[in-house]
């Protein structure tokens, strides 16, 4: 067991309305990404945060939102969703920037847009 | 970005037989590839990685080999067993600090391990 813990595990939503999912690191990590998975499909990066600051950003609307907490567990907020929101999102933590860290992901949340 | 493709989608093979993934990458700055499994409703498992700097590593019945030349990377499973069937993905990073170490991954390969 990697230790990287998400919630909530499932989550059905209304289009529209707004979501916020969570992620706690593995302990000692200080880098978290995010990556939506959608059904049948690779992981997509979203945005990544380092020390409480993003650090690179994929090609997600600005409706796709996070923070890092000081203890390096980071939200993901989404607003207005959307129906191709609907998908598996992905937290992992890794020791760090740069270098080739290992990252290591949770077990997902599966989000339900209808 | 980086762009990284990955054949075949689905691969189907007897128990015992070998498997061989093949991923290309678009970027020359990337120089880290890891390799996850993922089972149903699992999360993404790291099952091996290798840097820039080598070639080829092997660990038990995986290996995994590097051509920064051609920018292509490969996944070699010897002797599968129905366990290993799975989604198998590549991934690719930038080492820089400055680019963190986001992965763009590969859109995966279903395998299927026949008894």
């Known amino acids: 067991e990697t230790g990287v813990t998400q919630s909530p595990t499932h989550l059905i939503k209304t289009r529209g309305q707004q979501v916020t999912l969570r992620c706690s690191s593995q302990s000692g990590h200080n880098t978290v990404s995010w990556y939506q998975q959608a059904l049948g499909q690779g992981p997509q990066f979203i945005f990544q945060y380092y020390r409480e600051e993003e650090n690179g950003r994929g090609n997600f609307p600005p409706r796709f939102s996070g923070l890092q907490f000081p203890n390096y567990s980071s939200e993901l907020n989404v607003n207005a969703l959307e129906l191709d929101d609907s998908a598996l999102y992905l937290c992992?933590?890794?020791?760090?920037?740069?270098?080739?860290?290992?990252?290591?992901f949770g077990p997902g949340t599966r989000l339900t847009v209808t | 970005g980086e762009n990284v493709e990955q054949h075949p989608s689905t691969l189907s093979v007897q128990e015992g037989d070998s498997a061989v993934i093949k991923c290309t990458y678009s970027d020359s700055a990337s120089n880290y590839f890891p390799w996850y499994k993922q089972e149903l409703g699992k999360r993404p498992q790291l099952i091996i990685d290798?840097?820039?700097?080598?070639g080829e590593k092997k660990d038990q019945r995986i290996a995994v080999t590097l051509n920064k030349t051609a920018k292509h990377f490969s996944l070699h499973i010897t002797e599968t067993q129905p366990e290993d069937s799975a989604v198998y993905f590549c991934a690719a990073s930038g080492s820089f600090k400055a680019a963190g170490n986001k992965l763009t991954f590969g859109g995966g390969t279903r395998v299927l391990v026949k008894p």
């Open positions: 992992a933590s890794s020791l760090g920037l740069g270098g080739g860290y290992e990252q290591y």
């Open positions: 290798i840097r820039s700097n080598v």
